[in-house]
């Protein structure tokens, strides 16, 4: 099974950026990926996807426009990059992937990110 570990969280005040990685243990290059959040006391969303060759990238309504999502393939590493940052932008990031036309059940886990006002 594919290990994902995510990395590159922190705190951070409004407005600024951070660049959230995710590295896994083996190829990932037919997988579309995609990065899920949990607010404290909140469900987990999804916030962005993007399709094997990174050609289709989905963003939810609130990042559009702030974040985006890529991936180097050669690196089996998916990338978040957090522009313009909010501070309910605040949670645990965590990346995941699609497996036979379904998100994976299982979590790594996460890097925090902290966004102060």
């Known amino acids: 099974q594919v290990q994902l570990v995510e990395s590159g969280g922190g705190l951070v005040q409004a407005g600024g950026s951070l660049r959230l990685s995710c590295a896994a243990s083996?190829?990932?290059?037919?997988?579309?990926m995609g990065w899920y959040r949990q607010a404290p006391g909140g469900q987990r969303e999804l916030v962005a996807t993007?399709?094997?060759?990174?050609?289709?990238?989905t963003y939810v309504g609130s990042v559009k426009g702030r974040f985006t999502i890529s991936r180097d393939n050669a690196k089996n590493t998916v990338y978040l990059q957090l522009n313009s940052l909010k501070p309910e932008d605040t949670g645990v990031y965590y990346c995941?992937?699609?497996?036979?036309?379904?998100?994976?059940?299982?979590w790594g886990q996460g890097t925090q990110v902290t966004v102060s006002s």
């Open positions: 083996k190829s990932i290059e037919v997988n579309i």
């Open positions: 995941n992937l699609r497996d036979g036309g379904v998100w994976r059940t299982s």
């Open positions: 993007i399709s094997p060759a990174g050609s289709s990238r």
